[in-house]
Nanobody, 114 residues
Framework: QVQLVESGGGLVQAGGSLRLSCAAS????????MGWYRQAPGKQREFVALITPGGLTNYANSMKGRFTISRDSAKNTVYLEMNSLKPEDTANYYC????????WGQGTQVTVSS
């Protein structure tokens, strides 16, 4: 089964930027929309962004204009460029298909300090 490995998180000050990566162990992007999700402590996992096999993108309202999702199909990797980060963006970030059908990876922690 395809496995997902997220990376790129870290500690950043408010207003800063990070680029997250998600590497899939198989070629799934041509038939699946891929998305980023996040889960803050004590909260449910929520949708962040998606990219369709055709390259269309969509974002949760609070991320529009700040986050950009992209992919490199040759590398089986999806990216999330995050700019103008806010403390409320602090969460563990995950990738998965949309809707989520694969086992969740461990995610990558993003912490934004004020």
């Amino acid at each position: 089964q395809v496995q997902l490995v997220e990376s790129g998180g870290g500690l950043v000050q408010a207003g800063g930027s990070l680029r997250l990566s998600c590497a899939a162990s198989g070629s799934i992007f041509s038939v699946n929309a891929m998305g980023w999700y996040r889960q803050a402590p004590g909260k449910q996992r929520e949708f962040v962004a998606l990219i369709t096999p055709g390259g269309l993108t969509n974002y949760a309202n609070s991320m529009k204009g700040r986050f950009t999702i992209s992919r490199d199909s040759a590398k089986n990797t999806v990216y999330l460029e995050m700019n103008s980060l806010k403390p409320e963006d602090t969460a563990n970030y995950y990738c998965n298909t949309v809707p989520a059908r694969l086992p969740w990876g461990q995610g990558t922690q993003v912490t934004v300090s004020s």
